[in-house]
């Protein structure tokens, strides 16, 4: 199966036209980031604006400043690109830079025009005209036609690029666009992990951020825009390219989206769960990492922890079901096993084997076809609890059962458990 890579503009995804970041889409963003997917934002904004009014918030939201490890910012139509590999921000410029002298060049061209509805917007790759806020439309389209056509004269087809949005107009190199930014963010993943066997999902409300999806189908990979804008009119569409609708515009399609393959990550469990006619129900909460935070965010419940272990010749893996609360004594279950060394699996071959990263893990990870081969245990001291709860593939919610259901689910994805005393 291949793992989704989320890529999105900034305007008309993240926030509406003309408003704020939505905090409820940062939030979707982080639920992406902690359940160990790959994001990444291509936009023609400056970073001093994506830097604090996007990252910032995203960082809030997040438990885990190693989650930041997996974003990757592209501004100014691929001229700054940023990685976060210790939580922090490290920006450079890239090839698809505009000299400083043609950065100077284009900002006194806006500057002498004195256009009343738009003003200069500082960049260090770009020049940029943005609309007044306290401009009309109607006047900022006008003057905006008069303006492409004064940096049209000085800035010839070829060499330079005049890009107009319903907002700005901007100056860049001819290379550089969405598919610069595109190009940037697969050189990135190529650095950090397997790009080929990633689905490129790339959110966007023009055609011009239709390019980045065109980009990564034209080096056959799996590619899906989707669109948040009003009527998508493409004059030369990519075969490779899956377009979506979404059912809201902007933030609210982006929103639509991203709960509905939440949801449909969960189905499958809520699936089998329905066929065994198993009542259960769903709480929903912030990212949790850890026993110590999911006891916080559901303090009156057992804690409950599921571990991955092998032998020393890693030939055969456990998944451990176990009171949250307690130690798992490694050298004890190793001697109840028969095994003469007990080790953790390593942080990157979780995913493989139960298809989400450490910190989401759960006996529904029994589920992903990676994990054929596990042994289960329990903990005996699960059984005589009222309920206990287990994250649906991700770390921002529980399900919660009864412990005598858990025998039939494990039995239903094809495994076999045994119950031991672990909490003693």
């Known amino acids: 199966m291949k793992k989704p890579v989320y890529v999105f503009d900034v305007d008309g995804v993240l926030s509406d036209i003309g408003m704020p970041i939505s905090h409820d889409v940062v939030r979707e963003l982080a639920r992406l980031l902690s359940s160990g997917h790959y994001v990444a934002i291509n936009t023609g904004r400056a970073y001093d604006m994506v830097g604090v009014k996007v990252v910032e918030l995203l960082k809030s939201e997040l438990r885990q400043v190693n989650d930041m490890s997996r974003l990757y910012v592209v501004t100014e139509m691929g001229g700054v690109v940023c990685d976060y590999e210790d939580g922090e921000p490290r920006c450079v410029r ?13 900002v006194r061209i806006i500057e002498n025009k004195a256009y009343e509805s738009m003003y200069s917007y500082t960049k260090v790759s770009m020049a940029t005209a943005r609309k007044n806020d306290n401009a009309t439309q109607e006047a900022f389209l006008v003057q905006r036609d008069a303006l492409i056509a004064d940096l049209n004269r000085a800035f010839p087809k070829g060499a330079y690029t005049v890009q107009a949005t319903v907002e700005s107009v901007d100056v860049h190199a001819a290379q550089a666009g969405k598919q610069a930014g595109a190009e940037l963010i697969y050189g990135w993943l190529q650095q950090i992990s397997d790009v080929n066997n990633a689905e490129f999902i790339c959110f ?34 990519h075969d490779g390219v899956e377009v979506i609708d979404t059912t809201g515009l902007y933030t609210a399609g982006t929103l639509a989206y991203l709960r509905e393959i939440a949801t449909e990550k969960r189905q499958p469990i809520f699936d089998l769960l329905a066929e065994l006619q198993i009542d259960y129900r769903l709480q929903e909460h912030r990212a949790v990492y850890t026993v110590a935070e999911s006891s916080g965010v559901l303090p009156e419940k057992v804690p409950v922890k599921t571990l991955l272990v092998t032998d020393d010749k890693k030939s055969q893996v456990w998944m451990v079901a176990m009171r949250g609360d307690f130690r798992l004594d490694m050298k004890e279950l190793a001697k109840l096993l028969l095994a003469k060394k007990l080790q953790f699996v390593r942080a990157e071959r979780v995913e493989e084997i139960v298809g989400v990263p450490p910190g989401s893990v759960s006996i529904f990870g029994l589920l992903h076809p990676g994990s054929k081969n596990v042994q289960v245990i329990v903990d005996q001291a699960l059984m005589s609890e009222k309920e206990i709860g287990f994250h649906p593939q991700d770390n921002t919610a529980t399900v919660f059962l009864r412990p005598e259901d858990l025998p039939a689910i494990i039995a239903a994805t094809g495994h076999l458990y045994r119950a031991m005393m672990l909490s003693a």
């Open 204 to 237: 966007g409300d023009s055609k011009g951020d239709y390019e980045m999806a065109r980009w990564y189908a034209q080096q056959g990979l799996q590619t899906r825009f989707v669109y948040t804008g009003n009527n998508l009119e493409l004059s030369d569409p």
């Open 94 to 106: 890239t090839r698809f830079k505009l000299s400083k002298k043609d950065i100077t060049r284009a």
